[in-house]
């Protein structure tokens, strides 16, 4: 691998990551119009409504009256990330990317663990809906550190560092990867919506050394249970698409690739 490929993923992560809070304040402060508003509802171009899903049905089960705006924006955004399949959300747009992934660099600690514990999140998933019912608010939008994190940055930050800092310190100093692996219900609503997902990690089986660093650097390691042993995409939806598996990978066996391309696992094929 060249010097120059190493990261690219991590690069363009960070720029949309980026450049999405950069549009978002720009809106607020200064009027610009490409994108208008926050994560929970905003405008692409003054005319696309933009709404997360996630939100929405909380704001669904607490009985809310919803705009149409609203409900098309959900759908939009819905839409968008089931083609795109897989959690692309959580390591393309997601603010609190930035933050667990500095806690788990600072960490240091790149081995593989047991994928026990991840079926929380699920859990959280339906205890958002349900609480968001019984209270009448939307559950996970109150205590979000995601939603505290991206409000705080484009309207001032309060009281949410708080939230945030625990975050960070938990997947610092308790478990790595933490809260997206095992905590977040926004992270199983996304893996649920890109099930079906077309844009998938290719794994070549016959470029394979069977190093193992892409295992080590994947924050859902378990995906990656066909490296090594088989051709095919990686089909699991807790995948988060974020190419860090590619970036490492010196053997060129792993790859983008649409699902149309790589529906089949053959051993030993390509």
Request: proline share 3%; glycine share 12%; with cysteine.
């Amino acid at each position: 691998m060249t010097s120059l490929a190493i990261g690219k993923y991590v690069v363009l992560r960070r720029f949309v990551q980026l450049g999405a809070l950069v549009l978002l304040f720009g809106g607020r402060a200064f009027g610009w119009t490409i994108l208008r508003g926050d994560l929970s509802h905003s405008q692409l171009l003054g005319v696309v409504p933009l709404s997360d899903p996630f939100a929405t049905a909380q704001l669904l089960a607490a009985g809310g009256s919803l705009g149409a705006d609203v409900l098309i924006g959900a759908v939009v955004v819905l839409a968008v990330y089931a083609l795109l399949g897989g959690r692309t959300f959580c390591a393309w747009v997601c603010p609190l990317n930035l933050v667990t992934d500095l806690a788990n660099r600072l960490r240091g600690d790149e081995d593989p663990q047991t994928p026990s514990g991840r079926s929380i999140r699920f859990w959280a998933l339906g205890l958002s809906l349900v609480l968001s019912a019984l209270t009448g608010v939307a559950a996970f939008e109150a205590v979000s550190p995601i939603g505290m994190l991206h409000r705080g940055l484009i309207f001032g930050m309060g009281a949410g560092w708080f939230f945030v800092a625990a975050v960070f310190l938990f997947d610092w100093a308790v478990r790595r990867n933490g809260f997206c692996g095992h905590l977040c219900p926004l992270g199983a609503f996304h893996s649920l919506v890109g099930r079906f997902g077309l844009l998938r990690v290719r794994h070549v089986h016959m470029n394979c050394t069977d190093c193992g660093l892409c295992v080590r650097v994947c924050p859902e390691h378990q995906v990656l249970e066909l490296v090594g042993k088989a051709s095919g995409s990686v089909l699991d939806s807790q995948c988060t698409n974020c190419g860090r598996c590619i970036d490492v990978c010196d053997d060129q066996a792993l790859r983008f690739d649409f699902r149309r391309n790589a529906l089949s696992i053959r051993t030993g094929g390509s």
